[in-house]
């Protein structure tokens, strides 16, 4: 059963406008939750974490919220750019470092 | 520069050809992990390993088996490797003192089990 769940396989925007990946859970457990970013032939890169007690954690252009009570979290990206062109996949983690990752988004910046 | 190295990039096998895919990291991470990606799955965790000689099953550890027996070193090990091995593989390592319990991830290994 999936415990992290990415619902929209795909998301296109408008270069500048605001990027919203959405990513669900269903493990209470989870204590930490991540966002990687894949470029095709290279393996994920991390991109940003928070932790379960905070509810938002803004680095530069991307800011992640987490709603504990509705299991769910995004990734915000403001303003798009070409470059942000890449999978983007979510994760949940234990303290026993056992990661849960989604099945990824793939995100279109279009110039 | 602070990387995971896997090896080897691309292999193509035949079922039952026993095969190794090494993975080296040069942090002296304590974490280390082996995931594997298929197309509307995602990554799915293999096996981890939380320190030397510590190793343990992730998601999906039947046809695998793992050592580490270094700290550096987290080899994949497919004893007899089947048509449904076929995948892109990611080894990873980190440490709890990052604070972030990020992951850092090899470059990736593409498997083709024929």
């Known amino acids: 059963d999936q415990q992290v769940k990415q619902n929209s396989p795909s998301l296109s925007v408008q270069e500048g406008r605001i990027s919203i990946l959405n990513c669900d859970y269903t493990n209470s457990m989870f204590d930490y939750f991540l966002w990687y970013k894949k470029y095709p032939a290279e393996g994920p890169t991390f991109l940003i974490s928070?932790?379960?007690?905070?509810d938002k954690n803004e680095d530069g252009r991307f800011t992640v919220f987490l709603n504990k009570s509705a299991k769910h979290l995004s990734l915000h990206i403001v303003p798009s750019q070409p470059g942000d062109s890449a999978v983007y996949f979510c994760?949940?983690?234990?303290?026993?470092?056992?990661?849960?990752f989604g099945t990824g988004t793939s995100l279109t910046v279009i110039p | 520069e602070a990387q995971v190295t896997q090896n080897p990039r691309y292999l193509i096998t035949v079922t039952g050809k026993k095969l190794t895919v090494t993975c080296s990291q040069n942090?002296?991470?304590?974490?280390m992990s082996w995931y594997r990606q298929d197309p509307g799955l995602g990554l799915r965790q293999i096996y981890y390993?939380?320190?030397?000689?510590?190793?343990d099953k992730g998601d999906v550890p039947e046809g695998y088996k793992v050592s580490r027996k270094e700290k550096r070193n987290f080899p994949l090990i497919l004893e007899s490797p089947s048509p449904n091995q076929t995948s892109l593989y990611f080894c990873?390592?980190?440490?709890?003192?990052?604070?972030?319990?990020?992951?850092?991830f090899g470059s990736g290994t593409r498997l083709t089990v024929v």
């Open positions: 994760a949940a983690a234990t303290t026993g470092n056992q990661f849960y």
């Open positions: 990873a390592s980190s440490s709890p003192g990052q604070g972030t319990y990020g992951y850092t």
């Open positions: 390993s939380m320190n030397v000689e510590v190793t």
């Open positions: 942090m002296n991470h304590e974490y």
């Open positions: 928070i932790s379960s007690i905070k």
